[in-house]
């Protein structure tokens, strides 16, 4: 079946430190990939996508790029801030048609302090 | 409305009770989801209708769950002799169509069964 694998956190980060969250996928066929964010007290929002293989998504300074030869999609930021303090899902989608939805990774908590 | 709202957003019932949950989506989404989010087990899949019907009710975990939605917008959740295992945040999502790229969550409603 499919499935995601992320990294555990939590992430303790100073301000302004690089940040590179692992996520590697298990998936039949060829999946759309997804970063989404949980900011304390509320819902997950999208924060990147990749369609296809080699597509690099971007938001926010955050960045992923879909490797396919290696089945990643690691989330990057090169300078952290503490408002980046949140909770990051890896997710993937593949369409077959009767099955819509999206598959999560157990999510990674990044903590930024000043 | 201007995002998905859910209610309640806090249930603490007891052991063998039956809960309700509502989701009512961002209006004009016709896909909605259920997922349910438990403590270091990221986000499951429950259910995923499209207009009133459910092709996919395949992340139900048993026939203590069910959910349905009517007039194409508000689902509810019923979850039958709660047991404490069923504790866990229960995430409500739309989308704008069958598949849109991106799904739209509500903050969610946490459940606490004594």
């Known amino acids: 079946g499919n499935s995601v694998t992320q990294m555990e956190g939590p992430v303790t980060l100073s301000e302004e430190a690089f940040l590179t969250i692992n996520c590697t996928y298990t998936?039949?066929?060829?999946?759309?990939l997804f970063w989404y964010v949980q900011y304390p007290g509320e819902g997950l929002q999208l924060l990147l996508k990749?369609?296809?293989?080699?597509d690099k998504g971007s938001n926010k300074g955050f960045e992923a790029t879909y490797r396919k030869e290696t089945t990643s999609f690691h989330l990057e930021k090169g300078s952290v801030q503490v408002s980046d303090s949140a909770v990051y899902f890896c997710?993937?989608?593949?369409?077959?048609?009767?099955?819509?939805?999206?598959?999560f990774g157990t999510g990674t908590r990044l903590q930024v302090t000043l | 409305g201007a995002g998905v709202s859910q209610s309640p957003s806090n249930k603490v019932t007891e052991k063998g009770k039956d809960v309700e949950l509502r989701c009512d989506p961002i209006?004009?989404?016709?896909?909605l989801y259920w997922y349910r989010q438990s403590l270091g087990q990221g986000l499951e899949f429950l259910i995923y209708?499209?207009?009133?019907?459910?092709?996919?009710k395949s992340g139900l975990p048993s026939d203590r769950f069910s959910a349905e939605r009517t007039g194409g917008s508000v689902s509810t959740l019923t979850i039958q002799r709660t047991q404490q295992e069923d504790s866990a945040v229960y995430l409500c999502?739309?989308?704008?169509?069958?598949?849109?790229?991106?799904?739209?969550f509500g903050e969610g409603s946490r459940l606490t069964v004594l």
């Open positions: 999502a739309s989308s704008l169509a069958e598949w849109a790229g991106e799904l739209f």
């Open positions: 998936a039949t066929g060829y999946p759309s």
């Open positions: 990749a369609t296809k293989a080699d």
């Open positions: 997710a993937l989608h593949i369409n077959t048609g009767t099955a819509s939805k999206l598959t």
């Open positions: 209006s004009g989404h016709t896909a």
């Open positions: 209708f499209q207009g009133n019907s459910a092709p996919d």
